[in-house]
């Protein structure tokens, strides 16, 4: 009688503590996100440690920390090498319990880190990365791409410059999948538009000198040098071709990608007249405005965020918007990014709007063009806007998807 008295109390005992156990996990409140970027490079402007101020942001406005959630924000260097990035998701995700990384400018990285979040369940936040393919044929339900794609840039800044008579180009194109990706698509938005692709020049990432590859854009002939790269390529590629008079000689210089860090950097007399497509400028509206003031008061260098850096306030403010929805951290990837995808997305930098099947979500894009120096009045005003794209003519239409969410 005693053995079986004993037994009952130790079951008794067993279910208390699985129902303690289950009780606590239920109740997880805790979050840990690693921002994985270029901290020291050519893309250390555009994102880099003010990608950290901005998610810093968006973990104090979202209201959790006062519901009593414990949210930490960890960041990590990807010198731009798809195997560094790699090696430091799998730490974080294995050994620190990382639910969430985000950021992941350079496609390389952010290709390969996508498919590692997937095996693990965990979420990748895409802001940095331009490659379309994250919402295309290397979509997962663990990945999300909030602030623009290679689709983007291609229709927005390649069918404006085509249809405006610039009917031939050249590209000088990142030796790497971002590179590819946009040469890719743009190449299709010209021939699209009545345009001819002339011909095109990989170079390596992080490039000094541009010389042989802007003689062969000057001897190729076309109305359009695209560049399709960015950060400090992009930078040192416009530098250059100022050197060479490659405008001064009739041809168009676009640049497919460019940041207001990149403006900020080569000042508008450099500068000048260059058409590009973003989907954030800080000056375009009060709330912009008043939310890149508080960003800047905390930045390095007191500078205004990057169309990246905004992305990733927005995009981790609704990825905390989907926890607090499910009411605890479930640990479980495809489930928040379910979440995410099924709640409407409304944030003060760029409004209301869904998040697709794909991960892709919509928002409205900007043709802007560099002012003149004496058309600025006051430090980064630098953008005219010349129009807006329509949310869902800056996504590719979801009925020629190849993302294998997607149901047709």
């Known amino acids: 009688m005693t053995t079986t008295f004993a037994r009952r109390c130790a079951a008794l005992l067993a279910c208390a503590a699985l129902s303690l156990s289950t009780s606590a996990f239920a109740q997880d409140k805790t979050v840990k996100i690693g921002v994985l970027n270029d901290m020291s490079s050519l893309y250390a402007d555009i994102g880099g440690p003010n990608s950290v101020v901005a998610i810093k942001m968006a973990v104090e406005d979202s209201g959790l920390l006062k519901k009593g959630w414990t949210i930490e924000v960890l960041s990590g260097d990807h010198q731009n090498k798809p195997d560094i990035g790699v090696n430091i998701a799998r730490q974080w995700i294995d050994a620190d319990k990382v639910d969430a990384i985000a950021d992941t400018p350079s496609s390389g990285v952010a290709l390969a880190v996508s498919n590692l979040v997937k095996e693990k369940n965990a979420v990748l936040l895409n802001s940095g990365a331009a490659t379309a393919d994250l919402t295309g044929k290397a979509c997962t339900p663990n990945t999300v791409s909030f602030t623009y794609d290679t689709y983007m840039l291609a229709n927005g800044t390649g069918k404006a410059l085509t249809k405006a008579g610039g009917d031939s180009w050249f590209f000088l194109t990142a030796d790497y999948a971002f590179g590819h990706s946009l040469e890719r698509d743009a190449s299709a938005v010209v021939t699209a538009n009545g345009g001819k ?11 000094a000198d541009f010389s042989s590859f802007l003689l ?9 040098v695209g560049l399709a790269n960015a950060g400090g390529d992009t930078t040192n590629a416009i530098k250059q071709a100022a050197e060479f008079g490659i405008v001064q000689g009739g041809q168009k210089l676009a640049a497919l990608l460019l940041f207001i860090n990149d403006v900020h950097s080569l000042g508008l007399k450099t500068a000048q007249g260059l058409t590009f497509t973003e989907s954030f400028y800080w000056d375009l509206n009060d709330q ?14 007191n500078a205004m965020p990057s169309m990246t850096q905004a992305g990733n306030y927005a995009m981790v403010l609704h990825y905390l918007k989907a926890m607090d929805a499910l009411g605890s951290n479930p640990h479980d990837g495809a489930k928040v990014v379910a979440k995410m995808k099924e709640l409407p997305t409304d944030d003060p930098l760029f409004g209301k709007g869904p998040l697709r099947a794909d991960g892709r979500r919509l928002i409205p894009a900007y043709l802007f063009e560099l002012k003149k120096p004496e058309e600025s009045k006051y430090p980064w005003d630098y953008y005219k ?24």
């Open 197 to 207: 692709v002339l011909g095109s020049v990989k170079h390596p990432i992080n490039t």
């Open 216 to 224: 062969q854009a000057q001897s190729s002939k076309a109305k359009v």
């Open 288 to 301: 912009t405005r008043e939310w890149s003031k508080r960003f800047a008061a905390l930045a390095s260098k």
């Open 385 to 408: 806007l010349v129009a807006t794209i329509a949310p869902e003519d800056a996504a590719k239409p979801l009925k020629d998807s190849d993302c294998p969410l997607v149901k047709k």
